[in-house]
């Protein structure tokens, strides 16, 4: 397989993270856990697999591609609940984000690369059946390896 260009710009997102996060949801708690994003094939996808210690936030997987015909980005993800989803991704810069908007549920996750690549500051916010914007989980990605 050869690897894919149009992805180059996910190259700053490649290694192993160690995060740390809040959700609305459970408040008071900080959430504990990995991150990891791998090329795939040679650099034909980007996967990632994030893992959270505690059982509150599921474990899940995504693959990130490319549509060379429309020039746009891709995320599919599943977790550990049968949740799986469709997000558009654009990543400009030092700032990544995968957006759904589906009616009943809407999300969006603004990532940016801070510290030359050594942390990653992401931002969730979910809107319920077209409502106002409310945060939802918020990680940071602290590299190590």
């Not at 474990?59 to 020039?71: C, F, I, N, P």
């Not at 106002?132 to 390896?145: F, I, K, P």
């Amino acid at each position: 397989m050869k690897s894919n260009p149009a992805l180059r710009p996910f190259a700053a997102l490649i290694g192993e993270w160690r995060t740390t996060g809040t959700h609305p949801l459970v408040p008071g708690k900080t959430f504990h856990g990995r991150t990891s994003f791998a090329w795939h094939l040679d650099g034909a996808f980007v996967l990632m697999r994030s893992e959270i210690d505690e059982p509150e936030i599921p474990d899940g997987m995504a693959v990130l591609g490319s549509d060379d015909a429309g020039a746009t980005f891709s995320m599919l993800y599943f977790d550990e609940r049968e949740v799986s989803r469709k997000y558009d991704v654009t990543i400009d810069g030092n700032v990544l984000m995968w957006r759904r908007d589906e009616a009943g549920f809407a999300q969006r996750n603004t990532i940016t690369i801070e510290d030359g690549g050594a942390r990653l500051t992401g931002r969730g916010e979910m809107s319920r059946d077209g409502g106002e914007w409310e945060d939802d989980l918020s990680l940071t990605y602290d590299r190590v390896a």
